[in-house]
């Protein structure tokens, strides 16, 4: 082993990897950004908020959990939840067991607006993702990304669903 190789890899060849990693992610995800939907001007983190909380049963998820998914401050996550509050498509709602806690609920246009983006978004995702690796590689590289999110997340309080 040479210097830097205490595993095996060269450190060229693990920043090249990681390289890789960042340059087809910055390539591809502009290809499966959804432009407006219902007339719904959809920025990146919005269309994420509404994402998952379609796919959360309720349709409803603690503030502070969502802005740790999208990977905003609460801060952050506040201006945005404002501005979708303002558009129509979520609500909050304070929690019956604790005060301090805020969910974002989806509304009925919010839902309707995040059903006809995510099938935008399915369609992008079958032509940009899923078609370049095939159904095998596309699940191997998806079960990867999940022990690399997993091993490198940070437990938020209050993120229960």
Do not use: C
Not at 18 to 35: D, F, S
Not at 114 to 126: F, G, K, N, S, T
């Amino acid at each position: 082993m040479t210097e830097g190789a205490q595993d095996g890899v060269q450190d060229r060849e693990l920043v090249t990897w990681w390289g890789l990693v960042v340059e087809a992610y910055a390539r591809t995800a502009p290809l499966l950004q959804v432009g407006p939907v219902g007339g719904v001007d959809l920025p990146g983190p919005w269309f994420e908020v509404l994402l998952r909380l379609l796919r959360t049963p309720g349709g409803r998820l603690t503030m502070t959990r969502l802005a740790h998914e999208v990977a905003l401050t609460s801060g952050g996550f506040t201006k945005l939840a404002d501005r979708m509050v303002g558009a129509g498509l979520i609500e909050r709602q304070a929690s019956l067991e604790d005060r301090r806690v805020s969910h974002a609920v989806l509304t009925a246009e919010g839902r309707r607006i995040a059903e006809e983006a995510q099938q935008l978004h399915v369609a992008a995702l079958r032509e940009h993702f899923l078609g370049p690796l095939g159904e095998q590689r596309a699940g191997q590289l998806a079960a990867l990304m999940r022990v690399l999110r997993d091993a490198n997340t940070v437990p938020v309080s209050g993120s229960s669903r």
